[in-house]
């Protein structure tokens, strides 16, 4: 029989998630010979044998792939056969090596949990076991290549067992950079708020009996400190509220398994595959209200962030607490995740009551993701563990640049050949401890990638950090980009899209190419152009920041812009009625005058507006509540719209937003429940967006149409424009890889810059 030969390459997250030792198994099983290697980004194999056994190996290497990896390129071509013998795992070659051999972190796989529940299993409940298939990746990563003696498995020498493990091919070990046993490996100790050690022989059970009384723990995670307590003690869960200065911004939450979930959250078969993923990300799911979950977890919202334990650590944890356990962010609010043991028992010994440690260092700060479902697939919310530093492949190569992403949820992305590597979430860059933390990531992903800089580009913002921070960017040359044109290329870069298209970008407030604020906006698209076609009417923002704490203020606005002050200063007295009179007229005071006021077209403003009228939130202790509580509130029954007119002026389309406030007012004034005016308001909305965006593909023969910003983050409001342009035979485009809000916008960015300097 005839032999014959291929070549095959593999790029994405295709190193460190045991993928040569798979190429190798199922070579072998389908009696094939050859050899496999990693090389600069990519995986390299070359098998020979019968064209039968082959095709065998083609099918197998389909549908058996690591639960980690993922093949974002793929080329299979005809070679000559080269008489190998056997099967071979070549030495990696090191010349060039990038970023992408880092895959993300990767929760424990089905084989480690079992090892940690069998009694007779020498790694029987070993916080920190871990295999090729799963275990920390990139938060242990010191420098490249990605060696044990590079990360911070470096001080633990594996002893004869662990070492001929991660010596043998066939063994799930191979290569498993942090594998380690309790002979060899890292360890647990207790510690108290005032660093003294204390007597723990079992610190796990130390720790949970410490959550089960109500006391909070500081817990050294995979990315950093996670601050614990338990989530069915309302006590528990608002003193770690008042010690983290967290008012009402909602607490994820790790439950012991999926049933726990399921008593909780409404979930489907695709939320239970989206929490059993090897990214392990925090889910954003309907909450029951026969929940067992504190009141105070989530605030009065409808919703709960909630996760299954990723690693050893959390799945002991869980199992000795028997409950559902908050897990947040070890930090003050709106400052970085402390990450060091001296570093958290400095800065949390305040909040937590004691201290889980370990002597495995964290080396890069990495929050918890954040997704929700949108039909069956990922809608990212926050991209950080278990994501990043995953490529987000681009269509074609492109030389080296990056894009600085905005001041809120700020990200920063490179692009390297044709892959873009976002950095994890950041944070908001108005804090110094969190600009530090971007410089500080933005040098290490700089350095991995050997990035040769020909161009950076940055926001419109003339005041934000990362507008002065573009000069010591390393760049050749600095571009601009307007905000919400970013959120546009932030998909054309994810879908790799190049045609004809409208695109829909809502969002909070995003400096405008004429000087004011948008955040409302309409844009045609033609290949990789894109053009401002259209607005919401702009209306005065006043007080700026103040406005977003205060959504009152900018429903006092829009009241005063449909009725006039007189009768806006009437409606104000009986819709909000914990605001002092003397508040509101001096507001409108300096709407007349014209004192701290700014024209905005903002989406994001508008739905704030509609939480205070409806009487959900006038004021907002985080950004975002207003409209999370205004989508929370929508009534599954009671259905209609407000009216809205669309017109041209000044060669653009704009919606007009007059006949929505009245409606709401109306509504608001004769005590129509919330609920009703809150499914009117989106109902309403989803129809101006889909009215205007069907008029703009119409006249400029647009077939596709594009969603970002992070209003498309309202579930109830995404769903109804997605049906509705799918009902006009529009192919909607969203995002699936990185987040609609601001953290993706610097993926557009550097997509912009790249076809820029391309030429494109």
């Known amino acids: 029989m005839g032999r014959s030969a291929l070549e095959i390459t593999a790029r994405g997250v295709v190193q460190g998630v045991g993928f040569r030792p798979f190429v190798h198994r199922i070579a072998v099983r389908c009696g094939l010979a050859g050899w496999v290697a990693n090389t600069p980004g990519t995986v390299v194999l070359h098998v020979e044998g019968p064209a039968a056994a082959l095709s065998r190996f083609r099918a197998l290497f389909s549908s058996e792939l690591p639960p980690a990896a993922r ?60 295999c090729t298939n799963c275990g920390p990746r990139f938060t242990i990563v010191a420098s490249l290549p990605y060696d044990r003696d590079r990360t911070s498995m470096a001080p633990f020498p594996m002893c004869r067992t662990c ?24 360890r647990l100790f207790v510690r108290a708020p005032d660093g003294a050690r204390v007597a723990a022989p079992d610190p796990v059970e130390t720790a949970a009996a410490a959550l089960l009384s109500g006391t909070i723990v500081a817990i ?73 979950l504190a009141p105070a977890v989530s605030m009065g919202l409808r919703t709960v962030g909630a996760f299954l334990p990723y690693t050893p650590l959390h799945r002991l944890l869980a199992e000795r607490a028997g409950r559902p356990l ?24 305040e909040i937590a009551d004691l201290f889980l440690l370990h002597d495995r260092e964290v080396l890069q700060r990495s929050d918890d993701s954040v997704v929700r479902r949108v039909g069956s697939r990922i809608y990212p919310l926050r991209r950080a563990r278990g994501f990043v530093p995953a490529p987000v492949a681009l269509p074609r190569a492109f030389p080296d640049v990056v894009g600085l992403g905005g001041e809120l949820k700020a990200t920063f992305c490179f692009v390297k050949g044709d892959a873009s590597y976002l950095s994890q979430h950041l944070g908001d860059l108005e804090q110094p401890p969190v600009r530090e933390f971007y410089e500080e990531a933005y040098r290490f992903f700089r350095e991995f990638l050997d990035a040769r800089l020909s161009a950076a580009c940055r926001d419109l913002h003339p005041a934000y950090f990362t507008t002065t921070f573009a000069e010591r960017s390393g ?32 969002d909070g407030t995003g400096y405008g190419e004429d000087g004011a604020i948008w955040g409302g906006e309409f844009f045609t698209v033609e290949g990789m152009e894109v053009t401002r076609a259209g607005h919401l009417v702009y209306f005065p923002l006043p007080g700026g920041d103040a406005a977003v704490r205060e959504p009152w203020r900018t429903a006092l606005s829009l009241l005063r812009e449909t009725f ?21 007229r001096l507001l409108l005071d300096g709407l007349e005058k014209q004192i701290n006021v700014v024209p905005t077209s903002s989406a994001g403003r508008l739905f704030d507006a509609a939480s205070a009228i409806s009487g959900l939130c006038p004021r907002a202790s985080f950004e975002g509540q207003a409209p999370m509580r205004l989508e929370g509130a929508v009534s599954r029954t009671s259905r209609g719209t407000y009216p809205f007119t669309l017109s041209g002026e000044n060669g653009e389309l704009t919606v007009h937003w007059k006949e929505i406030v009245a409606g709401l007012a109306s509504d608001a004034m004769r005590r129509v429940p919330a609920g009703t005016i809150a499914r009117r308001f989106h109902d309403t909305l989803g129809e101006a967006i889909l009215s205007a965006a069907s008029r703009l593909a119409e006249t400029s023969g647009a077939r596709h149409a594009i969603l970002s910003g992070g209003v498309f983050q309202n579930a109830t409001l995404l769903s109804s424009v997605l049906s509705g342009l799918r009902k006009r035979r529009l192919t909607p485009l969203i995002h699936r890889l990185v987040p609609a809000n601001d953290g993706g916008i610097s993926l557009g960015q550097a997509y912009y810059a790249a076809l820029r300097v391309a030429g494109g």
């Open 220 to 292: 050294r995670g995979l990315g950093g400190f996670q601050l614990a307590c338990d989530a069915t003690n309302e006590d528990a869960v608002r003193l770690l509220r008042d010690r983290k200065r967290r008012e009402e911004k909602p607490f994820a939450v790790m439950f012991p398994d999926l049933e726990s979930v399921r008593a909780a959250a409404r979930i489907t078969k695709a939320d239970e595959a989206i929490l059993l993923a090897p990214e392990a990300p925090i889910l954003l799911a309907p909450s029951r209200p026969s929940s067992a």
């Open 71 to 130: 093949v974002t390129r793929f080329r299979v071509r005809k070679v000559r056969p080269t008489g190998e013998k056997g099967f071979a795992i070549r030495p990696s070659l090191r010349e060039g090596i990038a970023l992408s051999t880092i895959p993300p972190d990767i929760a424990t796989c089905q084989e480690c949990l079992a090892e940690l529940a069998e009694p007779e299993n020498r790694r029987h409940r070993y916080p920190f076991t871990n």
């Open 326 to 349: 908050v897990m947040t962010s070890g930090n003050v609010t709106d400052e970085p995740i402390a990450i060091g043991n001296e570093e958290a028992l400095s800065r949390l010994r």
């Open 475 to 506: 760049a050749d040359r600095i571009f601009a980009l307007q905000h919400h044109k970013a959120h546009v290329y932030s998909v054309l870069a994810e879908t790799g899209f190049s045609g004809k298209a409208v695109a829909v970008a809502f």
């Open 163 to 186: 070492r001929k493990e991660y010596e043998d091919p066939l063994d799930r070990r191979f290569h498993a950079e942090p594998v380690a046993c309790p002979a060899c490996g890292p």
């Open 564 to 584: 006039g002050r007189e009768e806006a200063e009437g409606m104000a007295g009986r819709l909000f009625p914990g605001i002092p009179p003397g508040s509101v």
